[in-house]
């Protein structure tokens, strides 16, 4: 149950419903120079036909990680079903590659 609030300029209101923004800040300094990122540290990808390869092949990143994704977890769950396929692609051929 969210209560009265009241502002230090005096206004007051009632809201019906809050929503908490934390925000968040990809930890990818560790990839160093090996995966490319944004300015903000979120991982790029959709550089091949794969659009959730990063610069790395074979390598893929789902989630509030990715660089331009929609930051939910319906989405992220959606990211993961979508990579699996370009998995399987990816290694399909590199199975063909080595035959």
Do not use: C
Request: hydrophobic share 45%; charged share 15%; net charge neutral.
């Amino acid at each position: 149950m969210v209560g009265a609030a009241a502002l230090s300029s005096g206004w007051r209101f009632s809201p019906a419903t809050l929503f908490l923004f934390i925000g968040a800040t990809p930890h990818t300094r560790w990839l160093n120079d090996s995966i490319a990122t944004d300015d903000k540290g979120f991982i790029l990808t959709g550089a091949s036909d794969a659009s959730l390869e990063t610069s790395m092949p074979g390598v893929y990143a789902i989630g509030d990680v990715r660089a331009g994704s929609t930051k939910r977890v319906a989405a992220a769950v959606g990211d993961g079903a979508a990579a699996i396929a370009q998995i399987h692609n990816y290694l399909s051929r590199l199975s063909k590659e080595v035959a």
